[in-house]
């Protein structure tokens, strides 16, 4: 597609709930990225990938947290035990460029645990 | 670790005005910035890029002025419309870095009084 597409568009979890979160980039990008927004302030890079290799996971709070992009498959990233402080807008965005250049974002996943 | 800044958490504009938007950047390596623009609940939206070889870029109304001297970006919108009231985001990396992802800073909203 033309826009960066996510899914859902709202999320709410149990604390110690499993969450799933879908993304679809612009179709002929080959580069996605994972941010975290919280309190509608600042964005967390969280993970990235070129096409279904990981290219940077610094970001990424390994032991509860992983993603995957899958050839022919919408991008995930996986929340093992949702927390409280999980809560958040989680953002994909796509490229075509290498090196993270023109980053386009998706509308965002909100996520509400309880 | 380094980090991209706004001097101006919020800024108030008269409709048709001119608004400009200042970031200060800290890491000195960081030679591609990105403009965002994030709507209440929607993801950001690419508004404009420049890259360190360069110290102004125009668009359609906006205009970026970058001064490596001093490390500091700023967004300039040209007769400022209702549509554009949102919280700006500036956003840097270093182009051809090994990490892609953005670092942004923490936002300027913008109000245009009709």
């Known amino acids: 597609g033309e826009e960066v597409a996510q899914t859902p568009k709202h999320l709410v979890r149990g604390e110690g709930q499993k969450a799933k979160l879908y993304c679809a980039p612009i179709?002929?990008?080959?580069?996605v990225f994972w941010y975290q927004q919280v309190l509608k302030n600042e964005f967390k890079f969280l993970i990235s990938?070129?096409?279904?290799?990981?290219?940077?996971e610094t970001g990424m709070p390994k032991e509860r947290f992983s993603a995957k992009c899958l050839p022919n498959s919408p991008c995930s990233l996986e929340i093992q035990a949702t927390k409280l402080e999980d809560s958040a807008v989680y953002f994909c965005?796509?490229?075509?460029?290498?090196?993270?250049?023109?980053?386009?974002f998706g509308p965002g996943t909100r996520l509400t645990v309880l | 670790g380094e980090s991209v800044g706004l001097h101006l958490p919020t800024l108030s504009v008269q409709e048709g005005d001119n608004s400009i938007i200042n970031c200060a950047y800290s890491?000195?390596?960081?030679?591609?910035f990105i403009w965002y623009k994030q709507e209440s609940g929607k993801g950001p939206q690419f508004i404009i890029d420049?890259?360190?070889?360069?110290d102004k870029r125009q668009g359609q109304r906006v205009t970026v002025l970058l001064n490596k001297t001093v490390k500091h970006l700023s967004l300039q919108i040209a007769a400022t419309q209702p549509g554009d009231s949102a919280v700006y985001f500036c956003?840097?990396?270093?182009?051809?870095?090994?990490?892609?992802?953005?670092?942004f800073g923490k936002g300027t909203k913008l109000s245009v009084k009709p």
């Open positions: 965005a796509s490229s075509s460029l290498a090196g993270g250049l023109e980053q386009f």
């Open positions: 179709k002929g990008h080959s580069y």
């Open positions: 990938f070129q096409n279904e290799n990981v290219f940077d």
């Open positions: 890491n000195s390596a960081s030679d591609y």
């Open positions: 420049i890259r360190s070889n360069m």
């Open positions: 956003a840097e990396k270093e182009y051809g870095g090994s990490q892609g992802n953005l670092i």
